[in-house]
């Protein structure tokens, strides 16, 4: 070799080994791209990936009121660089007067509409709590300084994309039942339009007095204008209950994949526990040689969900209510082996409906992936249950309430083909968390973080986080192509594979032919990733399923 080259060669190899070594950019990515940059400044500024992660959350509580929030719960995933990962638990709990036959009818029978749209449903608040202690032990930049893109948001107001406007007026007919939340999501009853700017005045008021003291949200006025409330209509959430909130600090999940590590969450959720059953499972398979949207990869993933959300529903539930929750045995590579051993690998097996069923899916939530500079990584998913909650804002106060207590069983005891599940350990009681499906997991490799994902969809959550995870460890594909490609859920009954439209024709029919019944659906989620390659941190927002969803790079 002649000199020159030789040089290039060395001159190349030493840019290559520096980028390897150099930390990747920040980032951030979520629903809304007003939010990710209100997460980038504080980036910018040097503030920690948890600093980043909180102010982009009080962002989307503004700007994307349908499932951002103040009035609902969540989970903060984080991995910082130096220093051990956390878990917080800031799902909303029951409050103290819930009870397991709550959404009875004094005659016994099922009363749908208190359980997923009445006062009844709303569960204490966690959102703020929860900020404030991923804060408080990961923060670095003062409090106030977080809240404050917020308020300048809700008090100077946003202009309406396309999306939100349609969102909201979608929701105008519930909104119409309560004269203040119709005051704040229209034009005086009228549906707002693309290009409106929408201003939401008490809302910036309740988050300026957060900013100053955060403990208002429980003790304070805000506290006092939740609790007004529910005495005035007849709802069960006290003064005692909002000041008896506490997040929960837990042990993330931990797995492994194919020599990734994996970081997920724990029980209140079924989150971690499907995602990791689901890959050990899978572990044993050849996925990449069968190709990504293939019949063979579909049908596996389908099968390996199907077991995971089987033993969800026998097992899974608040560990303070159940302490026997068998984790060790679910999440071992020697229960994935026991389960693969009854996979065919080219017949669908079949859900027995004796066994198990419940209730569709009510999929609203959102996430958002945060990487600082230094490799610490946040991941946060939290939700209103469904879409914009309970639809009824706090008056004078001016953010939603939550109806998550929709996820806890409806009737015990009842179990039926009609989609009930009546198993003990998620019924409600006093001070009992909802088992969740939200699934914030954080993927290290040789002790860096790799990749940070998540997504809204209620029980579809686990399957397309799933699919990032897959898509990216097996299939190779960047971060783009790991968001993009079509996604599939199975969540053991309904006994079908629910398929986003984009899967490939020929795989649709393979699959029928194998005994699968499919659903259709135009998408399934809103998958927010960052995931480091070449040094770099590439940001992926689900742009494809909601438009408005942004990554910003520090
Ligand atoms: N409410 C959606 C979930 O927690 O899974």
Redesign the pocket.
Known sequence: MSFRPFLALVLALTLALTLGAQPPRGMVVSQERLASEAGAEVLREGGSAVDAAVATAFALAVVHPAAGNLGGGGFLLSRPTRGQASFIDFREVAPASAHPRMWLKADGTYDEAKHHDSLASVGVPGTVAGLREAWRREGRLPWARLVEPAIRLAREGFVLSENQAASLAEQLPAFARHAPTLAQFSRKGSPLRAGDRLVQRDLARTLRRLAKDWTDFYRGRTAALIARDMAANGGPITAADLRGYRPVRREPLGGTYRGFELLAAPPP?SGGQVLIESLNLLEGFDLKAAGPGSPAAVHLAAEALRRAFADRAQFLGDPAFNPGIPLDRLLSKAHAAELRATIQPDRASVSDPARFSWELD?PH?THLSVLDREGSAVSLTY?L?ESYGLKRIVPGAGFLLNN?LG?FNAVPGLTDATGRIGTPPNLARPGQR?L???CPVILVKDGSVLMVSGSPG??T?PATVLATVLNVVDFGMDARAAVDAPRIHHQWLPDRIQVEATLPAATQEALKKMGHALKDVPKQGCAQVILVRHGQAEGAADTLRWSDSGAVGE
């Open positions: 959720s009510r939530t939700t249950e998550e996820d909802p969740s499906s939200m209620g029980r959550i």
